[in-house]
T-cell receptor, first 114, second 114 residues
Framework: AQKVTQAQTEISVVEKEDVTLDCVYE???????LFWYKQPPSGELVFLIR??????QNEISGRYSWNFQKSTSSFNFTITASQVVDSAVYFC???????????FGTGTSLTVIP | ETGVTQTPRHLVMGMTNKKSLKCEQH?????MYWYKQSAKKPLELMFV???????ENNSVPSRFSPECPNSSHLFLHLHTLQPEDSALYLC?????????????FGPGTRLTVT
């Protein structure tokens, strides 16, 4: 079974719409970290955010916000008022402290149409 | 130069060739990683080096051979590859090999095995 599931393979939205990218994870560890990365067409993944398993507070950074819910093992990412520059592939990732393992999801390709 | 750089950006090689991918990080980090990114699949962590020691080798075929001569440089030596090895190979670095540090990625090498 996959450790990190991003069920949405591709999403298209019209500019200025809000969009939420889903991420569901699976782990038995009590201490773990969750990440979101953005991969623009240039190729390199860009770090967006890290949350640890003990901090369920939602976070907002400009047009980006993250909703971490341990009860549903989800760490969803919302872009408000999307822009064309948001078009990219977004990856959710999990790292487990025990064994120092990293797991990425398959990514969600977001296209923002002008 | 800043960040994580990778050379070459594109590589085409035959199955009998020997080539090397190079990664260099200018961030003062102590851990470096090789990932394989294939279409529709999660990023696969191949190798992890922390303080120039290999700490992770996720059952990667021996035709891939990593080398980390110092904390700033990482190589991936390739020989007798198969067509299914065609993929984007990403290098990353982080402050240490501990799982809670975010990783910084290079732009990748697009490898095609013919």
């Amino acid at each position: 079974a996959q450790k990190v599931t991003q069920a949405q393979t591709e999403i298209s939205v019209v500019e200025k719409e809000d969009v939420t990218l889903d991420c569901v994870y699976e782990t038995r560890d009590t201490t773990y970290y969750l990440f979101w990365y953005k991969q623009p067409p240039s190729g390199e993944l860009v770090f967006l955010i890290r949350r640890n398993s003990f901090d369920e507070q939602n976070e907002i950074s400009g047009r980006y916000s993250w909703n971490f819910q341990k009860s549903t093992s989800s760490f969803n990412f919302t872009i408000t008022a999307s822009q064309v520059v948001d078009s990219a592939v977004y990856f959710c990732a999990l790292s487990e402290v025990i064994g120092n393992q990293f797991y990425f999801g398959t990514g969600t390709s977001l296209t923002v149409i002008p | 130069e800043t960040g994580v750089t990778q050379t070459p950006r594109h590589l085409v090689m035959g199955m009998t060739n020997k080539k090397s991918l190079k990664c260099e990080q200018h961030l003062g980090h102590n851990a470096m990683y090789w990932y394989k990114q294939s279409a529709k699949k999660p990023l696969e962590l191949m190798f992890v080096y922390s303080l120039e020691e290999r700490v992770e080798n996720n059952s990667v075929p021996s035709r891939f051979s990593p080398e980390c001569p110092n904390s700033s440089h990482l190589f991936l030596h390739l020989h007798t590859l198969q067509p299914e090895d065609s993929a984007l190979y990403l290098c990353a670095s982080s402050q240490t090999g501990a799982s809670f540090y975010e990783q910084y990625f290079g732009p990748g090498t697009r490898l095609t095995v013919t």
